[in-house]
Each structure stands twice: as C-alpha cells, then as structure tokens.
C-alpha cells in the first residue's frame, strides 16, 4: 500500500529550482571539504514526530491527516512501518531513530509489550533488508507511562526503578538486532520538580548505576553502539539533571561514565538552557564528546519546546563549523526531532518540512566549509591570541609562570593595551559568506 501516492522521490534541482518538492542545496552526492554531503549530514528522520505525531498541543487535539489513521493497535503500528519505509525512500533518508514506543503499542504487561515490539522489530528488519535506510539511534521511553510520574532511573520508587532497567534491557536488545550505530539515553523525567521530597544523590547514583549496568549489558550482547546522552534543562520536571553539556560532563567524571558516552545535542535543548548551539557543541567538542544531533530550532518567545524545523541559516552555518571542526560526528548523524507546526495537517507538509531542513543544513555545511578554507575566524583569532606565543605568555600556556614570574614581568612593562575584539566586523563578514553565491 502507498501512503504518499502524490509525491515522487525528491530530487536535487539547485537553487534557481520552483519546485516546492525538490532539493534546492541539498546534493547528496556532491563534494564538500572531501566528502560528500551525505557522507558529512547523515540525515535521519525522527518515528515520533514523523510517523506517531497527531499536531496536538496543550490546548488542542488532533489535527494531523494521515492515511495510516484508521488503523488501531499492532495494525497501527505495523501500517506506520510501512509508511515510514516509503517516506524514507522518498526523501533518500540514511537513517532513522525511534524510541522504543513509538514502533509498537504497550501491553497490559511487560511481557505482553514486549511480544508487540517483537512483532514490529521483525517487521522493520525484513524492511531493512532491502532499504538503504539504516538506524541510526534507538532509545527507551521511559516518561510517558504514569509509572515514571517521579523518574525512571531516578525514581523514588524501586520496582520503578527495576522495570526502567528490564525495559532499558529489551531496548539494547532490539538496538543490537537492527544494528543501531548509536543508543541514546534520554532523561525524559530524571529531574526534580522540588528539593523538599528529593535525595538528590541517591538519585544521581542510581542513575550511574544504571549507566554503568547497559555498559555492562551492551558489552554481553556485543552490542556495540556508542552511546549517547542527550542533554535537557527543563520539560517535563523544573530542572532535569542533564541540564546541560557542562552538567552532563561533571555527572560523567563524577561517576567514572566519561570513556564510554558521547553526546547527542538538540538545538531546542540549548535555547531552554539559555545557552546558542554553538556554545553546546564547541563545549562538547573541546571536551572530546560530541556525538550527534538533533536538528531543530525553538522560538524564542516560548518558553517550551517548540521542536520547529531548521530554517536558520546563521545556526545551521555555526552548527556545520563545530561539526566539521570536529572532524565530523563519527557514528553520528543529524536527526530531525523536529516536528511540523499543528496548522501544517497535510501529509505533503512532512515533505515540505524535511526539504526545508536538510536544505539548511545543506547550505551550513557549504558556507562552515568555506569559511574553514578560508580561515575567515581562525586568523583573526590567532591574531587575538598571539601574545602567547612568546614571553611571558608562552611561559603561561607551558605551566612555566608562577606569580612571582608574573608580577615581575607585570612590574617591569608598561601597562597592557587591549585592542578591539571587531564582533560587528565578524558577524559582516559571517553574513558575507552566508549571502555568497555558494
């Protein structure tokens, strides 16, 4: 059964293109800094969002049209399978990435839950066989249940706990047979609405422990993904403990965790944090644990998490500088945890949407490319910075300077003089390469 009959597979036509179903910057196979754009994006689509998503909000129900909608239960969930392996095809997606309930319903137990995700597990493998659509990343839900009101590997509750771990379990289970590059850990309620009810270190080392056992897990199944966290500030609990790269790397030291995690970052998760992109992945990436993304953007007159599709060109450029600075994100990718707007109902507004965002990020990666060759920041930077190449400076950057050397040489030199950091003149020449023929 086709579920997009009116749309073909998206091509790339280039930028002068006026078909509104066509890539306009987006070229896979093209070359950009020795390798080709899909090598360099590793574009996956987001299940959730894509497949399960009904355009509900707070204040409004269902207003997503979809052709799979008459469908109820396993035949649900298998009729989305079906779906989603045509929208890959369709948009020539990589990968994909999905939790763990968005593929199959839950039962009345865990058993019986598990039965429904060996159902459609199966069913996405045989669709794998034939596709080059691969997994990406694949997680658990563990915060849409009542039973994690309070946490999963948080939770004040031990049977809680305890179920948060067989589900963890069963999660790397289908990870290792779909093949998944990567697992994500996502801490949808591992936070704390109030310190009065809380021990907060005892639930700080009981999510630890839980880290330290899929390691342990992984390793027994030969499941050999990198994983992931990925951080949130706030949503659904007040202050989550993953708040942050920063947070996120003290939890990983504290507790012996850094040697075997990365991170997966969201752009939407850096507004809430008050933090740019930028800040969070060049964080990331100087402490050696960018891993991947997930692509979207926030509207920063909401304070929640909006999940908008990528369309700033400014972010998807400073994103595309880390990244490739980093040398590129390894096993990782770019996922769209994006979602269309709740007034976007039609199915072709899912093409429009991933069009839109992989153009984006197709454009970033060509202006990060040229402003890398070009050495556009680097200069001005090692300009800015050049006093410690030598003197007393040089002695600094070697762990040579105590005090005594710099009061002495404090003491013997004119006052210092800084110059202009030109921050106007940067972000002239940013948009010069962003508004270039390119």
């Keep these: 059964m086709a579920y997009f009959k009116e749309i073909s597979t998206i091509a790339y036509e280039g930028k002068h293109s006026t078909n509104p179903l066509a890539f306009k910057y987006y070229n896979p196979e093209e070359v950009v800094a020795g ?3 899909e090598e360099h994006l590793r574009f996956a689509i987001s299940y959730w969002h894509t497949f399960t998503g009904e355009g ?7 207003t997503a049209i979809r052709s799979w909608d008459h469908f109820s239960g396993l035949d649900l969930a298998k009729a989305r399978v079906e779906a989603s392996f045509e929208f890959y095809e369709k948009v ?5 990435c999905f939790h763990d309930r968005d593929i199959a319903p839950e039962g009345e137990t865990l058993r019986e839950t598990n039965k429904n995700l060996d159902v459609i597990v199966a069913m996405i493998k045989d669709y794998m066989k034939t596709s080059k659509t691969k997994l990406l990343w694949n997680t658990a839900n563990m915060f849409n249940n009542a039973r994690f009101t309070h946490g999963a590997g948080t939770a004040c509750n031990a049977a809680v706990y305890a179920y948060a771990g067989a589900q963890l379990k069963k999660s790397l289970e289908i990870g290792k047979e779909l093949g998944a590059q990567n697992y994500v850990f996502w801490g949808g309620r591992e936070g704390y609405e109030t310190l009065l009810n809380t021990d907060m270190e005892l639930e700080l080392d009981n999510l630890a422990k839980l880290y330290h056992m899929a390691i342990a897990y992984a390793k027994e199944i030969g499941f050999d993904a990198q994983f ?28 012996g965790l850094k040697d075997h995690f990365k991170l997966n970052l969201e752009a939407n998760h850096a507004t809430l944090a008050g933090h740019t992109f930028e800040h969070e992945l060049r964080v990331a990436r100087i402490n050696g644990v960018l891993g991947s993304l997930d692509a979207n953007q926030g509207d ?9 599709f990528p369309q700033d060109l400014y972010a998807t450029t400073l994103t595309m500088y880390e990244v490739l600075k980093n040398g590129g994100l390894g096993k990782g990718g770019v996922n769209f945890d994006a979602k269309v707007r709740r007034g976007s109902f039609e199915p072709d507004d899912l093409f429009y949407a991933h069009i839109a965002g992989m153009d984006s990020y ?19 930077i090692e300009h800015r910075y050049r006093s410690f190449k030598e003197g007393i400076g040089k002695e600094i950057v070697e762990g040579r300077a105590t005090l005594h050397t710099l009061e002495q040489y404090a003491l013997e030199n004119t006052p210092p003089k800084n110059e202009s950091g030109r921050l106007e003149l940067l972000r002239s020449v ?9």
């Design 300 to 308: 920063l007159l909401l304070g929640w998490d909006t999940d908008e």
């Design 92 to 96: 020539n997606a990589p990968f994909f």
């Design 362 to 380: 197709a454009k970033g990666l060509k202006v990060a490319a040229k402003l890398i060759e070009d050495r556009a920041f680097d200069q001005v």
């Design 35 to 37: 390798k080709t754009m």
């Design 56 to 62: 509900t909000d707070p204040f409004g129900g269902k």
């Design 228 to 255: 992931l966290i990925e951080p949130k500030p706030k949503e659904p609990t007040k202050h989550q403990y993953d708040f942050d790269v920063a947070t996120v790397l003290a939890f990983l030291q504290k507790y």
């Design 430 to 438: 940013l948009n010069q390469y962003i508004l270039g023929d390119l």
